[in-house]
C-alpha cells in the first residue's frame, strides 16, 4: 500500500513558477499528477510510467516538468509559466504492482494524495 502526501502550492501570478512535491511511502512503480479545477472532471498533468518514459497533458506540455528523486522517495512537478487556467487542486497519484502500470492513465491510478491547491491570478 502506498502513502502520498503532496505539498509546494500556493498562489501565484501569471507567469510565476511553482513547484509541486509529492513524497511517497511505500514502493511506486508508476505515476504522475492530476489536477481537478472547480466544476471540471480530473485531468492528467503528466505520466511517469515503468519506462520512465514521461509524458504530458496538451495543456502543460512545455511549461510542466516532471521528475523523481529516489532516493528521497519523492515526485516532483516543477510548472512554469503558470496561466490563470492552471488554476486547480493538484494530486500526485502512484502505484505499486505492474498490473496497475500497464496501459495506466494517471487518473485511474489507486493510490492518491490529499492534494495541494495552485492558483495564478491574472
Known amino acids: 500500500q502506498l502513502h502520498l502526501v503532496e505539498s509546494g502550492g500556493g498562489s501565484v501570478q501569471a507567469g510565476g513558477s511553482l513547484r509541486l512535491s509529492c513524497t511517497v511511502s511505500?514502493?511506486?512503480?508508476?505515476g504522475g499528477w492530476i489536477r481537478q479545477a472547480p466544476g471540471k472532471g480530473r485531468e492528467g498533468v503528466a505520466r511517469?510510467?515503468?519506462?520512465?518514459?514521461?509524458t504530458y497533458g496538451a495543456a502543460v506540455d512545455g511549461r510542466f516538468t516532471l521528475s523523481m528523486d529516489n532516493a528521497k522517495n519523492t515526485l516532483y512537478l516543477q510548472m512554469n509559466s503558470l496561466k490563470p487556467e492552471d488554476t486547480a487542486m493538484y494530486y500526485c497519484?502512484?502505484?505499486?504492482?505492474?498490473?496497475?502500470?500497464?496501459?495506466?492513465?494517471?487518473?485511474?491510478?489507486?493510490?492518491r494524495g490529499q492534494g495541494t491547491q495552485v492558483t495564478v491570478s491574472s
Open positions: 511505500g514502493s511506486m512503480k508508476c
Open positions: 497519484a502512484a502505484a505499486d504492482s505492474t498490473w496497475d502500470c500497464t496501459g495506466f492513465t494517471v487518473v485511474n491510478l489507486p493510490y
Open positions: 511517469l510510467p515503468l519506462d520512465g518514459q514521461i
